[in-house]
């Protein structure tokens, strides 16, 4: 089976600097939903891993969370767009699931069945790449989001090799041909 993880905020939806709280913050990346819808047409199971230490710290509720996933999930069937499952981490400190570390990925690895050195992970931060090593996942960054400032700082060598894209759609359409 095939698997396309992806990170929410700056890679699917744009980022806020005071944090998505409701449905109403939601805008989606241009190009983000036709690219999944690229993605389910091929036959790739699509799933989202984001830490969101927002409901840890009191900012937001897990209803409030799982709202939104909603929103985003109605938008992406609106532009013809499948996101299988929405995993998150909601802890506010060190947690297994807390990316950088790997276990949503993992959990998403194991769920699908997918094979990590085959599956990509795309995100817009150092803290994604360093989950997407973690978990043996292919590491993608987009330049949207906090793309173009995490390559400013300097990507960590040892998660190398990194593919880099200008956003969502430019890295499914380099996995699509086989390039990724």
Known sequence: MALFLLDRDGVVVV??????????????????GPAIARLNRAGCTVAICTNQPE???GVMT???LEAVHR???DMLLAEG??????LCCIAG???PRLKPAAGMLAEALARYGAAAAETPF?????D???AAFHAGCKRVLVRTGLGRKTLAEGIPQYVAPVAVHDDLAAAVDAWLAGRL
Do not use: Y
Not at 122 to 126: K, L, M, S, T
């Open 93 to 95: 400190a060190k947690c």
């Open 122 to 126: 795309v995100g817009d931060q150092a």
């Open 128 to 130: 994604d790449l360093r």
């Open 71 to 73: 929103g985003l999930a």
């Open 62 to 64: 897990r209803a409030e």
């Open 55 to 57: 409901v840890a710290r």
């Open 81 to 86: 767009a499948t996101v299988e499952r929405v």
């Open 15 to 32: 980022n806020r600097r005071d944090n998505i709280k409701t449905p109403a913050d939601l805008q989606l990346i241009a190009g983000a």
